[in-house]
T-cell receptor, first 115, second 108 residues
């Protein structure tokens, strides 16, 4: 088990382009989370899946952001019409079921840079 | 509002000295709190959670509901403790709120 895997590690794109990130959680982890982290800040919650169901979504999340987890395994996060302010590290984490205090296992993140 | 505050961006202590990283939270219900750590060039990882009342790597954290705090403490800091530390709160609907983090440097 290599832990949570995220792809790509880095993404550089021009403003206005669409980008998609992928997260492969630890196998058998039912819960999957997406976070965004900017310089000098802690991870900011974006959305949460339990299996294939998207159960929570931050109210701060723009309509340009969408996430899917179609088969309850890997997940994708898409940002449409990227803006300068979208430049950040996007983190994925997974955890098993079995109580709310189960630890989240984080990936290395995808660093997005908007030109 | 659900919020975590870590008032110190940077903290430096000498090796062998006690260390305390402060965390205050805002939450109307019964809080579930965690400390995460990120060592240089490594992933963010769980250090400890209040519900387990555990000590990991010599660190402990006590939940003080009266002061709405969950400070992280270690009696004798080691060089390998140098890292970024984040306090986190599990809010309603399984949303997690992280503080802005404290960068700890242990001076040899």
């Amino acid at each position: 088990d290599t832990g949570v895997s995220q792809d790509p590690r880095h993404k550089i794109t021009k403003r206005g382009q669409n980008v998609t990130f992928r997260c492969d959680p630890i196998s058998e982890h039912n819960r999957l989370y997406w976070y965004r982290q900017t310089l000098g800040q802690g991870p900011e919650f974006l959305t949460y899946f339990q299996n294939e169901a998207q159960l929570e979504k931050s109210r701060l999340l723009s309509d340009r952001f969408s996430a899917e987890r179609p088969k309850g395994s890997f997940s994708t996060l898409e940002i449409q019409r990227t803006e300068q302010g979208d430049s950040a590290m996007y983190l994925c984490a997974s955890s098993p079921l079995g109580g709310s205090n189960q630890p989240q296992h984080f990936g290395d993140g995808t660093r997005l840079s908007i030109l | 509002a659900q919020r975590v505050t870590q008032p110190e961006k940077l903290l430096s202590v000498f090796k062998g000295a006690p260390v305390e990283l402060k965390c205050n939270y805002s939450y109307s219900g019964s809080p579930e709190l965690f400390w995460y750590v990120q060592y240089s060039r490594q992933r963010l990882q769980l250090l400890l959670r209040h519900i387990s009342r555990e000590s990991i790597k010599g660190f402990t954290a006590d939940l003080n509901k009266g002061e709405t705090s969950f400070h992280l403490k270690k009696p004798f800091a080691q060089e390998e403790d140098s890292a970024m530390y984040y306090c986190a709160l599990r809010g309603t609907g399984n949303q997690f709120y992280f503080g802005t983090g404290t960068s700890l440097t242990v001076i040899p």
